[in-house]
């Protein structure tokens, strides 16, 4: 396997955190002869930095937790000397790095040492840095971004210290998300969420199921800016001005999350080929356009699972990308494939999950879809601890391959995603949601599945038999017709409908003019379907229904 | 695709329940010209059989709930009716079926009218029978099998009005483990499980797996009797006296829960193929011998993934099975393809679920297998709410395909079991488990998933560079190394070990005899799988680890 060949090899390793440091612990576990050199310019490596906003919210004590191992043992240069035989260097600057002589020039921030090192093979861990906007000092007293351990002290101690009632968040990413709701909960600070775009999670999400989000969030007291450009941030004697292209919001303190760039000054400096979304290029075996040089990790362009590239800075994907290097290096075959970019984040109470593309990013790519939503129980319906959940399945009409998957609820959404996604992964299609198997019993699933049942609805609705419409789209001039019990209809009254129960609607689908338009609604979106069938089989021909229904939307 | 041809088709549906009446009204659907009747011989039919003993438990306050639609519906024949467009006839038996002129042959229980119908096609759909032990009468007032809602109003009943204070379940399947729970946890009743085989759970845990559940089915004071075959039960002045081949057990009521046979009475009378292991013989479009003659559910034998047959009585393959006959009838290609099994259990506070097939089973199979384990934190260890999960890989050491999976714990395991069951469906190997992607975020998931670390592991194990004991094989005349933290050392003594940190064991590993016979645990199996490998490289021969750790046999 050709480890013994490169037994004696000089890795340099650019980067200490997942990517970087999984890459050196395996290359020096299939090469214990190799003198590995990892380089961080910050003082605290090795952190899980996707539980920071946990510690802002108070969910974990300390963040030292996060510098942990499962057992307790603290992610420090020692540890990583002793247990993985490392030599890692932190607050180190790499200031130089010379290609053609293989040769890294390095300074240490604290003593100003410079030394020069060379070797074999060369790894880039650099990561992404994230985005401020414009004309912002990076050490304004007010506004800075959220990454690093000392940012999140920072914050946790002003609201320790009572200095902070009141923060704007731009950008309503996963970091926006998660920080609207550790400020929020156990802080009780008024949040002021602003995106720039029409919907939140904007590339996770498309709008009809961002509605169900904003619903939630705005019910937990976050205050929603939407399609909020923000212009300028003025400092005022009492906080700040947030200044947008449609309203000024005043506040006290503001975080900047609005993204990640990748950090490919050093790939640029070298040499090293950029691709069109600004992270560094790499083939399957992860080597850049250098044979030498690996890269790994925020910094690099992936391949998506339809072939187009993207940058996708996911924890999990560093983690196996560090991996397949460390194999690489000790001259394995593991490559590193596609990425679908399953990722879910936790809303309050909502957990909100998603894989592949969003219609809105599929049209970017030029993709066609058409979506199927449904809301289901996440359990079967009958066991005490049953959740909601709002799930949309994408797919693309001209070959019904799947195309993504988003789901919002309080129940289980990410067992889906992950089952999806991995199909997904296989180039998936409808038919095959059929195929899938999922273990049953009444506290853990339903009977049938979410995922089968949205299957088997997107194959309906391709068959031209019955059509489904969101609920985000502007009602037209039709028939608005509740199919649900008489119950129902008296406690949750739908506005402007009229109603027949489904259990009365095979008598009654003459009541209602053959040529009137008609969209049908009732709790879930399983007996609008029924009755939709009915309608076209009674002749009916422009018979539609409200997909994943009334219930989640105005619960 | 066929529908307009058959619209005016006769259909015969014999059963009720999941497989029959998702048959029925898909068949309907396409085809809402059909003629399609559904014989049933109870009076309550289409509930969630599942759910009963959460009813007997107390978590489902009536055993309407599991009768109901998810928006309360009742599913009487009056329902199937008014919504389904189906004639469903209760209490109805089929006394023959000349299948030659097509006549189905029929009795009411109630009212004894007796009258024929005509089919084009039929559709046996007759489900499974509890066994019951040979001499015991079917009415015996304190002995009973655990099927029906009727079953389940009865123990209850029993429960509610003091009547019963202990009972013996004679066998530790699906059914036995949730009885134990439902009697234990709510009505303090005290409950003696009877098992045949030296596990509980047998047809889905392998000894080792096993051992971990049965721990806490002690904990939470069910009475373990393995390895005891039920010889005669004795009725007493007080209860009875069952009677085993090593022990007699004192109890007052018993429930036989030894599993079901498929019931082929009608199939057999037909002269229709018996496959054998009891089933009714279909093939992918789920046709009995007869053309004419579909058959799902319970009733049939399915292809396991690795191509040999079995019977696997589970609701949510009935109902992929039902909708897939549905199609038929109306000419559609649908096929029911192979299924894996995944299956899952409550038990307490553990969930327990599997994929696959076990150890045990593989080589009934004449499969060859290894296996690896892990404890890890079902969601990123330094969250909170995270959980431990106990996790056994079984793969082909000859292939490296995977071919069984089980789990047992108290965080989540079924969504590990659905991703890789489906991953088994498509033959999926070893290295297939480096390409799973999971979505990640500290609340959900690890950063690296548990299955594409046992995945990595088993690789290791296969390259011959460390090996893994489970802690069922019984101990050898090895030295036990203990590489856990002095304070967990401290605080969790594990007997008879020596003890050296991993931190310390680079420097120390001299210290251990070079041909000494090595056995390293740890607490999880993650820092004994490092130590193994030092030694390897240091280079001891027989060294090996205790796979899983320590902390789940003990805690």
Sequence with gaps: MGESKNSGLKIVIVGASAAGLRA?????????????????????ISYGACGLPYYLSGDIESPKALRETSWGTLRDPEFFKKVKGLDVRIQTIVTNIDIENKLVSLVNKKTGDAENLQFDKLVLATGATPIMLPGIPADHQRISTFKTVEDAIGWRKKLETGQLERIAI????????????????????????IEMENRILPKMLDTDMSFLVEKHLKEQGVQMHKSCRVTAINDMPDGLEIVTDNKIIKTEYAIVGVGVRPRVELAKQMGLKIGEYGGITVNENLQTSHPDVYAAGDCIEVEYFHGKKAVIPLGSLANKQGRAVGDQLAGRKTRFKKVVGSACVKVFDYNVAATGLSETMAAQYGIPTRAVCGTFNDIAHYYPEDKNIFLKLIYNPDTLQIVGFQGVGEGNIVKRVDVLGNLLMNEGCLEDLLDLEFAYSPPYASVLDPLYVLGAAALNQEEGVIAQHSHAESPANELLLDVRTPDEAKNYPIENTIHIPLEELRERVNEV??????????SRGTRSAEATRWF????????????GGWFMLNK
């Excluded at 299939?30 to 605290?44: A, F, R, Y």
């Excluded at 950008?171 to 008024?190: C, H, N, P, V």
């Excluded at 076209?536 to 997909?547: F, I, M, P, Q």
């Design 513 to 522: 003019e053959e040529n009137e338009a008609i969209k049908i609604i009732c």
């Design 24 to 44: 050196a612990s395996r290359a020096k576990r299939l090469m214990p002869e190799s003198l590995i050199t990892v380089i961080d310019g910050e003082k605290i």
């Design 536 to 547: 076209v089989e009674a002749g009916h021909k422009n018979v539609s229904y409200v997909r």
């Design 170 to 193: 731009i950008g309503s990413g996963f970091i926006g998300i998660e920080l609207a709701e550790a400020f929020t909960t156990m802080w009780d600070a008024k949040v002021d969420l």
